[in-house]
T-cell receptor, first 113, second 113 residues
Framework: DGGITQSPKYLFRKEGQNVTLSCEQNLNHDAMYWYRQDPGQGLRLIYY???????QKGDIAEGYSVSREKKESFPLTVTSAQKNPTAFYLC????????????FGSGTRLTVV | AQSVTQLGSHVSVSEGALVLLRCNYSSSVPPYLFWYVQYPNQGLQLLLK??????LVKGINGFEAEFKKSETSFHLTKPSAHMSDAAEYFCAVSDFGNNDMRFGAGTRLTVKP
């Protein structure tokens, strides 16, 4: 079955460390997105990519970085510059030119220890 | 710019009672509207979507929503709540092609036995 796989499901980071969250899709979707979810704040867009080798900042990109070297993959790195990284991170994808909405992964919960 | 406002961060109903989750949108272009459901520590799952074909939209699990342009609303309803409906629900709005989807803050639904 096609879908989006996020790994790991739980991740613990020490202060000052960079960590990378994985997002892989086999839906042949063009666009991919990273969202951060905090209680009571809904989903906030971190970065998105509409095509390979191109990506744009979302509303809260500071302290994060991404790459899009392959259509299937859109990893997110949470850098030490992100002051409050503890959150639930969601990856999504969609087929451009359609109104089917987004398909979401199951998320990664990042905790700073 | 597009946005959605979900009225009520927490709604509690008894099993078998009507479920009504409120969503109002703001959009400068014809909106495409979505409702997603999220169970604890999981990603978002599409419940239903409005893409201008019909104002009353039926989704999965017995949910439906009605697009009312005059009220800029897209409220989600279900005639009879089930314990398994307990989850967080997100309303979202986008433009044609879903290029920029904006999510509400979410409404947590509790179902009492």
């Amino acid at each position: 079955d096609g879908g989006i796989t996020q790994s790991p499901k739980y991740l613990f980071r020490k202060e000052g460390q960079n960590v990378t969250l994985s997002c892989e899709q086999n839906l042949n979707h063009d666009a991919m997105y990273w969202y951060r979810q905090d209680p009571g704040q809904g989903l906030r867009l971190i970065y998105y990519s509409q095509i390979v080798n191109d990506f744009q900042k979302g509303d809260i990109a500071e302290g994060y970085s991404v790459s899009r070297e392959k259509k299937e993959s859109f990893p997110l790195t949470v850098t030490s510059a992100q002051k409050n990284p503890t959150a639930f991170y969601l990856c999504a994808s969609r087929m451009t030119g359609t109104n089917y909405g987004y398909t979401f992964g199951s998320g990664t919960r990042l905790t700073v220890v | 710019a597009q946005s959605v406002t979900q009225l009520g961060s927490h709604v509690s109903v008894s099993e078998g009672a009507l479920v009504l989750l409120r969503c109002n949108y703001s959009s400068s272009v014809p909106p495409y509207l979505f409702w997603y459901v999220q169970y604890p520590n999981q990603g978002l799952q599409l419940l239903l979507k409005y893409t201008s074909a019909a104002t009353l939209v039926k989704g999965i699990n017995g949910f439906e929503a009605e697009f009312k342009k005059s009220e800029t609303s897209f409220h989600l309803t279900k005639p009879s709540a089930h314990m398994s409906d307990a989850a967080e629900y997100f309303c979202a709005v986008s433009d044609f092609g879903n290029n920029d989807m904006r999510f509400g803050a979410g409404t947590r639904l509790t179902v009492k036995p």
